[in-house]
Nanobody
Framework: QVQLVESGGGSVQSGGSLRLSCAAS????????ITWFRQVPWQEREGVAS???????SYAESVKGRFTISQDNANNMLYLQMNSLKPEDTAMYYC?????????????????????WGQGTQVTVSS
């Protein structure tokens, strides 16, 4: 069973930055792609950013230019650098991995495509 463990969440003021980390129990080369999702209560999970092991990336329009996804394949780590944070970025953030899909594919931001999930880390942005 693959495990994903997120960390780095917290509270920050609007305009601030946070860096989320996701530690994978298996090599990142095992997966098709790994994606950061976020979710607020009573809403569906929203794909934020995704990356292949070869470095190909995709971003949601709402975070382009502010968030950067990256990975350290040698240490099985995934990161999400979040800059210029806004109150609407407040959510629980999850990392998720799929074995069946590689970027580019149009459904990268759909939670149903993913096989493995972390437990989440909370990000709160105050105005």
């Amino acid at each position: 069973q693959v495990q994903l463990v997120e960390s780095g969440g917290g509270s920050v003021q609007s305009g601030g930055s946070l860096r989320l980390s996701c530690a994978a129990s298996a090599s990142t080369y095992t997966y098709g792609c790994i994606t950061w999702f976020r979710q607020v209560p009573w809403q569906e999970r929203e794909g934020v950013a995704s990356i292949n092991s070869d470095g190909t990336t995709s971003y949601a329009e709402s975070v382009k230019g502010r968030f950067t996804i990256s990975q350290d394949n040698a240490n099985n780590m995934l990161y999400l650098q979040m800059n210029s944070l806004k109150p609407e970025d407040t959510a629980m953030y999850y990392c998720a991995a799929t074995r069946g899909y590689r970027l580019p594919f149009s459904g990268w931001d759909r939670s149903g495509r993913y096989d493995f999930w972390g437990q989440g880390t909370q990000v709160t942005v105050s105005s």
